[in-house]
């Protein structure tokens, strides 16, 4: 098993930026890739970005594109995720996920942990 524990989240003003965080911890963290994935109230859950195990593959939906950057530290047993230039659309509870799928993708059904979500708000 592997326990996924997100933080970060908060209320930002639109063009603001935010960082967020999940630690893991139980199996060895390198072992998975991790994605971070949203969900909007009354939207269905989206794949944001994700990052294979040695952070040699990553990648991103085109929503956050250029905004948005995913990155992990084995060490630490951490990935993070920058987001930048935040605009009210990315309002949503952010879910950190780990996959055995070590390449790493966007699709959510290779996701085989997850974290409990963290609120961002974003104001305009």
């Known amino acids: 098993q592997v326990q996924l524990v997100e933080s970060g989240g908060g209320l930002v003003q639109a063009g603001g930026s935010l960082r967020l965080s999940c630690a893991a911890s139980?199996?060895?963290?390198?072992?998975?890739?991790m994605g971070w994935f949203r969900q909007a109230p009354g939207k269905e859950r989206e794949f944001v970005a994700a990052?294979?195990?040695?952070?040699?593959?990553?990648y991103y939906a085109d929503s956050v594109k250029g905004r948005f950057t995913i990155s992990r530290d084995n060490a630490k047993n951490t990935v993070h995720l920058q987001m930048n230039t935040l605009e009210p659309e990315d309002t949503a509870v952010y879910y950190c996920?780990?996959?055995?799928?070590?390449?790493?993708?966007?699709?959510?059904?290779?996701?085989?942990?997850w974290g409990q979500g963290t609120q961002v708000t974003v104001s305009s």
């Open positions: 139980g199996r060895t963290f390198s072992n998975y890739a």
């Open positions: 990052i294979s195990w040695n952070g040699d593959y990553l």
């Open positions: 996920a780990g996959s055995r799928l070590r390449s790493g993708s966007s699709r959510e059904v290779v996701y085989n942990y």
